[in-house]
């Protein structure tokens, strides 16, 4: 299993972003999936996750109606859209998967995923 996060950078206050996370070794749609972040000096939350059962989605309050996950099952691909972006989503930005299927209340706990991507780093700044 291998997971490769792409499309960081450097955006300003309101802008927007697409990262990628290119999964190979394993079938997206079999497995749920997740984006996760973390900032300096902070602790690593969870962002967004598809729930490989039925495709279910889950969001953050701080990201809802600003970010989008979606994944493209022909190119094995997981994206995060990500609009309106503000300071305070500088982090930099992991994808992950579970080899298990972990309750709705737990989707986007980091210590139920057990596959992760190298970091894309993030940063939203005037």
Excluded at 66 to 80: C, K, P, V
């Amino acid at each position: 299993v291998q997971l490769q996060a792409s499309g960081g950078g450097l955006v300003q206050p309101g802008g927007s972003l697409r990262l990628s996370c290119a999964a190979s070794g394993f079938t997206l749609r079999a497995r749920t999936i997740a984006w996760f972040r973390q900032a300096p000096g902070k602790e690593r939350e969870g962002v967004s996750a598809i729930r490989a059962t039925n495709g279910a989605t889950a969001y953050a309050d701080s990201v809802k109606g600003r970010f989008t996950i979606s994944r493209d099952n022909t190119e094995n691909t997981l994206y995060l859209q990500m609009n309106a972006l503000e300071p305070q989503d500088t982090a930099v930005y992991y994808c992950a998967t579970t080899s298990g299927n972990p309750i709705w209340s737990n989707i986007l706990r980091p210590d139920y995923y057990d596959y992760w991507g190298r970091g894309t780093q993030v940063t939203v700044s005037s």
